[in-house]
């Protein structure tokens, strides 16, 4: 009779690419379709493939995906053939009981993504596995590595690009397979991937509405078009806002260390599980949070009209200018006006900032995550823009490690690409924020001090400058003046002190940093300017205060007819 724990193999589905797929066009639709087609594949592609193969007897999981814990792969008086370990964070692994099973399953989910998800590229690795000799966390780790390696030497394809009798894709550079229409009705060839994209862009948008539940108000919804972002002729930007989770490595190595023994297997898979599961619930909280932030923000004008923040209009179809593109977990991207990005960012850092609990990963801690905003055109290139945002976000992260490696601290980072260069941010740092006398940036920023209250570089610091800058009625009275000197910071500390002498009244007070009075005398700190950012950020910043009235009542939808679902 043959041992049940042999011969057992571990399989991972993961995918590459997957920046140029989601981010790939200019077209916020064809990002939303495609965010939530990489989300499929790795999860309720995973979910049905294997009740397809095994049944759904023979696995730990419905066609939903839901595990029941009471099944497990190792136990020898039941009979399932695969159990999902996780999925979550764009990958999944599972556990089969034969070999033969897991190339089974790997050739029916490769077939059905190329069928219903063209463009998108699956990688699978698998490993042998023997529950009772092998650590698990250590073979999940080898089978990474596997799939690792395969992504950076698979083949890429290399498509048939169209013959002299085919018509161009719109979009991306691949022969047109189909005519469809877009919202306003005029015609457009797309290629199949698009297409893709497109036909499930209504499952993305009633994933969304299912994710912020109650939260929203019927009438009112999520924007469809980057155009529909900005003011027109008053605004004409949009944020990009990149957010990670800091050290999630860490904590997941932490719950290996503390599963070394094969016989610590069936532990380590629940806690995985558990911490899997919190971050879900966070992410998910912290993006209902900042849906009901943004709405009740928004004050009344009149029936049918109101501003968010009383600065950012909402827009005339009832669309609210904010839109999540990828999240669900601690990866999130989102895009929404200009002047909000800021605001918002930091309102769902502190929202992501929430206890995981008590768990096998070092006890009671908190999440914490790192964020990076680029605001830029409406119609800048828009794979750029989230490079430009993910690289933000880095700076964040390297921020954190300059002091003393820090990761238990949530960080920002964001940039105002307001002149349309398309450079590195590096060079666009050195260009812009580097002098003789110093670094013009405060930025990257924390969250807020934790607990040392002589940290600046801070959002609550930034926050009570921009908002002095923007209300405090010395200087809301002298925005030229507000812009002077935020050139004469420019020309270094001598040309700052000599402005602030000759051109503001003594009895205007500038903000220093905590416990270091006199800064506020030149504005600089060491090498290092302290109002600056503050003063550029002037037309990107809007406070979302509640509004007093009754909000639901913002526009009657019975009058007004129904949001519109696309």
Not at 59 to 85: F, P, R, S, Y
Not at 344 to 358: D, P, R
Not at 402 to 426: C, P, Q, Y
Not at 448 to 470: I, K, P, V
Request: hydrophobic share 40%; glycine share 8%.
């Amino acid at each position: 009779m043959s041992d049940p724990w042999q011969g057992m193999t571990l399989t991972i589905v993961d995918t590459t690419g997957i920046q140029a797929y989601i981010f790939g066009t200019n077209t916020l639709r064809h990002h939303v379709g495609a965010s939530w087609l990489v989300d499929w594949a790795t999860q309720e592609a995973v979910f049905t493939t294997l009740v397809q193969i095994v049944g759904e007897a023979k696995t730990n999981i419905d066609g939903k995906g839901k595990i029941a814990d009471v099944k497990w792969i190792e136990k020898a008086d039941q009979t399932i053939a695969a159990e999902l370990l996780y999925a979550g964070g764009g990958n999944a692994v599972v556990v089969f009981r034969e070999r033969v099973t897991a190339v089974a399953f790997t050739k029916q989910l490769t077939r059905l993504v190329l069928q219903r998800a063209p463009g998108l590229q699956l990688v699978v690795a698998h490993v042998p596995l023997d529950w009772r000799q092998d650590v698990l966390a250590e073979k999940l780790d080898e089978v990474r590595q596997r799939a690792n390696r395969k992504k950076g030497n698979r083949l890429h394809s290399l498509p048939l690009l169209g013959l002299g009798v085919t018509a161009d894709c719109q979009f991306i550079d691949l022969p047109a397979e189909a005519e469809m229409r877009d919202g306003d009705g005029a015609r457009q060839r797309v290629s199949g991937e698009v297409k893709a994209k497109l036909d499930h862009f209504g499952k993305a948008d009633e994933r969304l509405r299912n994710e912020v539940g109650d939260v929203r108000w019927k009438h009112l919804d999520f924007v469809y078009d980057f155009d529909d972002i900005g003011d027109r002729g008053e605004s004409s930007y949009l944020a990009v806002v990149h957010i990670d989770g800091n050290g999630m490595g860490a904590r997941f190595e932490a719950i290996a260390q503390a599963h070394p023994q094969p016989e610590q297997n069936r532990a380590y898979v629940t806690a995985v599980r558990r911490l899997s599961d919190q971050i879900k619930a966070i992410a998910r909280s912290a993006l209902q949070s900042t849906v009901g932030e943004l709405q009740n923000a928004i004050h009344k004008i009149e029936p049918g009209k109101g501003k968010i923040g009383g600065k950012v209009p909402v827009n005339q179809d009832r669309l609210l200018p904010f839109r999540p593109i990828v999240y669900g977990g601690d990866d999130v991207t989102f895009v929404c006006d200009g002047r909000l990005g800021l605001t918002l960012a930091a309102h769902y850092l502190e929202q992501m900032e929430q206890t995981l609990g008590e768990g096998e990963d070092g006890g009671a801690d908190k999440l914490y995550v790192r964020a990076g905003i680029a605001v830029v055109n409406t119609h800048y290139p828009f794979a750029r823009a989230y490079q430009l945002a993910e690289d933000l976000a880095s700076s964040a992260k390297g921020y954190l490690q300059t002091i003393s490696r820090e990761k238990r601290v949530s960080a920002m980072d964001w940039h105002f690409a307001v002149n349309g260069l398309v450079l590195e941010l590096e060079d666009l740092r050195e260009r812009d924020y580097q002098t003789k006398d110093g670094d013009l940036t405060m930025r990257p920023i924390l969250l807020n001090t934790y607990g040392d209250q002589s940290r600046w570089r801070t959002w609550c610091f930034f926050q009570e400058l921009a908002t002095g800058f923007l209300e405090d009625k010395d200087w809301a009275d002298r925005r030229s003046k507000v812009k002077g000197y935020g050139e004469a910071l420019r020309a270094g500390p001598a040309a700052a002190t000599q402005y602030l002498k000759a051109f503001l009244p003594k009895d205007i007070k500038l903000k220093p940093p905590p416990g270091e009075p006199g800064v506020e005398r030149s504005g600089w700190r060491s090498k290092q300017a302290v109002h600056l950012d503050a003063i550029e950020a002037l037309d990107f910043f809007v406070l979302l205060r509640p509004d007093a009235s009754d909000a639901p009542t913002l526009v009657d939808a019975t009058r007004e007819g129904k949001v519109r679902h696309e």
